[in-house]
């Protein structure tokens, strides 16, 4: 057994590996691919909800996910094990997806606010899947560290230290970058007359 | 209202949204099929031959550090032979 000839129970204890996620990283590093292939159907659906964040294109969704589960198998030696694995896997889908946005850099326009039916919206009734073009809609127009930013923040529910973990950022830069970045997103939903098309009255 | 409360009114929805991605597993498997993980990192590799080169170079060097005569023994042998006289 690997670390220090811990039992993979101790190492659980102590890192936050699930034993079962342990044995089959362990497993894969060994060769056997239907160790991986449990990994990957594991954690897949998390890590589709994340990379949807990133595009909200089926085909491009699924190239990232693809990317993350790639790039994860290849630095598998390198997993120390001081967190859940898909903590990990997380950390890794940030920053392919970061890479993706500024990839796409000034050919990505921002996207039209939609068709909003402002008479059958309420918060509480509105489609989860047009609530979620109009947010990116407006995500859209920030840069892609402001949109990394406030994506986490609103979609992972990551803490400040927990984006600058993630991008190796300095935590006090993320606050700024955060603050500044709202008040850009407030600007931009001011501009395209949000608030007007919603018509919520609560 | 304003555009932020708006905005996280939105996100709470957008939260339950579910993405429309298939399973991406088969895929992933067949393009890493043949090729397993490293056990030892490219870098590791690299650290090593690059060990191996400098101790080769060290030991080069003490050799010839050790073989050389001490330059100001060179400097002081006429000034001796000159106090003979």
Redesign the interface.
């Known amino acids: 057994m690997q670390i220090g000839m811990q039992s993979a129970t101790d190492i659980e204890y102590y890192t936050g590996v699930e034993d079962t996620d342990w044995r089959d990283i362990q497993a894969?590093?060994?060769?056997d691919?239907e160790s991986?292939?449990r990994l990957?159907?594991r954690y897949?659906s998390q890590i589709?909800?994340m990379?949807?964040r990133f595009s909200r294109r089926?085909d491009q969704?699924?190239e990232l996910?693809?990317d993350v589960?790639?790039q994860a198998?290849?630095?598998?030696?390198?997993f120390r094990g001081d967190g859940p694995f898909v903590h990990w896997l997380k950390r890794i889908g940030t920053r392919v997806g970061y890479r993706f946005w500024k990839q796409q850099g000034r050919r990505n326009k921002p996207l039209p606010l939609g068709d909003i039916d402002p008479a059958a919206e309420e918060?509480?009734a509105?489609?989860?899947?047009t609530?979620?073009k109009?947010?990116e809609a407006?995500l859209s127009e920030l840069k892609p560290p402001d949109r990394l930013v406030l994506t986490l923040q609103?979609?992972e529910g990551c803490s400040m230290k927990e984006i600058a973990d993630r991008m190796g950022w300095n935590e006090a830069m993320v606050k700024m970058r955060a603050y500044r970045s709202?008040n850009k997103?407030?600007a931009i939903?001011?501009r395209r007359g949000?608030?007007e098309k919603?018509q919520?009255t609560n | 209202m304003d555009e932020l409360e708006a905005i996280e009114k939105l996100v709470t929805r957008a939260r339950r949204e579910t993405p429309a991605v298939n399973s991406i597993a088969d895929g992933i498997l067949a393009q890493m099929r043949h090729s397993p993980p490293p056990r030892i990192a490219g870098l590791s590799v690299f650290a090593i031959v690059s060990a191996a080169a400098a101790t080769i170079v060290m030991a080069i060097g003490a050799y010839f550090w050790l073989a050389s005569p001490d330059p100001l023994t060179e400097l002081y042998a006429p000034l001796q032979v000159g106090l003979l006289w």
């Open positions: 894969s590093l060994d060769g691919g991986y292939e990957v159907r897949e589709a909800a990379m949807w089926p969704c699924a996910m693809q589960f790639v198998y290849f630095s598998l030696p390198g918060p509480e509105m489609d989860p899947s609530a979620s109009i947010v407006l609103y979609f709202r997103l407030r939903a001011r949000l608030v919603l919520w």
